[in-house]
Structures are given as C-alpha cells and as structure tokens.
C-alpha cells in the first residue's frame, strides 16, 4: 500500500516561499510518477506540477511556471515542491499525488491515472 504524507505548508505573505514535501512509501518515487495538485476553497481540485520517476521531464502548470520547483530524491523517498513569489491565488490545501501507470516522458497532468494521494497541507498566502 502507498502512502504519501504532505508537510511544509503554512502562511505566508504575498511575494514569500515555502517548500513542500511529500514523505512516500519505500520505492515509489523511484517508481512512480508523481504529482502536486491543489484545492482552493470552493473550486475544483488542479494541477500543479508532475515529475517523471526517472527525474527527468516535468509538467508545470501554466499559472505557476517558473515560480514553483517539483524535484525528488529517491533515496529519501520523497518529492518537493519548491514555491517562490507566492500569490494570494496559491492559496489551496495541496496534495501529494502517485501515478503507478509508468509512463514514460511528460509526467501526465490529469487527475485520472493518480491512484495515490496523501491527506494534503494547507498554504495560505496573505496579502
């Protein structure tokens, strides 16, 4: 059974950076695909970032390209999610995501095919 188990969330002001992670079952992010997703309140759940379990292509979301990192180390078993000049718009609860489907080249940024999640952490940006 996979597990994934979102930290580093919390509030910050606009302009500010956090770093996620997503502490993962022994092997997974060397196997899998893997994927952040957020929910705001009261919209649906969307995605964020994806990064291959070779480490190599990722997949950004259009609102937080060049702003938010996806990287992994799977000696730790574990994905972050490096996010700078925040906006008041990032603020969700996000989710840690596994994709078991090993695919290759772009991780995929659909929601279908992300079999695992965790139990998502809160970040709040303020103005």
């Known amino acids: 059974q996979v597990q994934l188990v979102e930290s580093g969330g919390g509030l910050v002001q606009a302009g500010g950076s956090l770093r996620l992670s997503c502490a993962a079952s022994?092997?997974?992010?060397?196997?899998?695909?893997m994927g952040w997703f957020r929910q705001a309140p009261g919209k649906e759940r969307e995605f964020v970032a994806a990064?291959?379990?070779?480490?190599?292509?990722?997949n950004y979301a259009v609102s937080v390209k060049g702003r938010f990192t996806i990287s992994k180390v799977d000696t730790n078993d574990t994905v972050y999610l490096q996010m700078n000049s925040l906006k008041p718009e990032d603020t969700a609860v996000y989710y840690c995501?596994?994709?078991?489907?090993?695919?290759?080249?772009?991780?995929?940024?659909?929601?279908?095919?992300?079999?695992?999640w965790g139990q998502g952490t809160q970040v709040t940006v303020s103005s």
């Open positions: 995501a596994a994709d078991p489907r090993r695919l290759i080249g772009t991780p995929s940024s659909a929601m279908r095919g992300y079999d695992y």
């Open positions: 022994r092997r997974t992010v060397s196997s899998y695909n």
């Open positions: 990064i291959s379990r070779t480490g190599g292509p990722t």
